[in-house]
T-cell receptor, first 115, second 112 residues
Framework: DAGVIQSPRHEVTEMGQEVTLRCKPISGHDYLFWYRQTMMRGLELLIYFNNNVPIDDSGMPEDRFSAKMPNASFSTLKIQPSEPRDSAVYFC?????????????FGNGTRLTVT | GEDVEQSLFLSVREGDSSVINCTYTDSSSTYLYWYKQEPGAGLQLLTYIFSNMDMKQDQRLTVLLNKKDKHLSLRIADTQTGDSAIYFCAETSMNRDDKIIFGKGTRLHILP
């Protein structure tokens, strides 16, 4: 199993540009989570999906952030327009809810720098 | 709302035991987890404990849970340089649709 795959690993962009982060969850996992990690705030849950349907997006900081999951094997997190304070590491994670004590499987993250 | 707290930094000499502490607020927590994050990588589950247990041991790792005080600890025996990482405490509750709450992470620094 390849695990959760995120791309790109690093993204550097200028303020005002659109940024799209991508995630491929583990096959068969029915929950997908997007987290943001910063030193000051730790890991913040932005949004999560169950069977491709967004369940809770209360962690999405602003309307500039949007996430989609068009099918069970792909999700995107988009920031438009990006701002320097969006600089962080963004993690995608997935889980199989049939195994209640199954751990969250994390991707290696996308390090976003907005200048 | 629910919260998980842990200290941000811990320094330990190589060969000593490391003890990382965590407190949480949700009394209905069902599973509690310790995740390890190495530089440039995602979080990897180290161990977990069900809320009706008070101790779990796995090789060099010992997890202690005091449910009354809502306190969780992770002890790493004979700490090695490879243990240098960020350790995240996390918990989940069946009352919260499987949403997992994470602490901010404890950065474990190994002294020579």
């Amino acid at each position: 199993d390849a695990g959760v795959i995120q791309s790109p690993r690093h993204e550097v962009t200028e303020m005002g540009q659109e940024v799209t982060l991508r995630c491929k969850p583990i096959s068969g996992h029915d929950y997908l989570f997007w987290y943001r990690q910063t030193m000051m705030r730790g890991l913040e849950l932005l949004i999560y999906f169950n069977n491709n349907v967004p369940i809770d997006d209360s962690g999405m900081p602003e309307d500039r952030f949007s996430a989609k999951m068009p099918n069970a094997s792909f999700s995107t997190l988009k920031i438009q327009p990006s701002e320097p304070r969006d600089s962080a590491v963004y993690f995608c994670a997935s889980i199989d809810s049939d195994s209640y004590n199954s751990p969250l499987h994390f991707g290696n993250g996308t390090r976003l720098t907005v200048t | 709302g629910e919260d998980v707290e842990q200290s941000l930094f811990l320094s330990v000499r190589e060969g000593d035991s490391s003890v990382i502490n965590c407190t949480y607020t949700d009394s209905s927590s069902t599973y509690l987890y310790w995740y390890k994050q190495e530089p440039g990588a995602g979080l990897q589950l180290l161990t977990y404990i069900f809320s009706n247990m008070d101790m779990k041991q796995d090789q060099r790792l010992t997890v202690l849970l005091n449910k009354k005080d809502k306190h969780l600890s992770l002890r790493i025996a004979d700490t090695q340089t490879g243990d240098s990482a960020i350790y995240f405490c996390a918990e989940t509750s069946m009352n919260r649709d499987d949403k997992i709450i994470f602490g901010k992470g404890t950065r474990l620094h190994i002294l020579p």
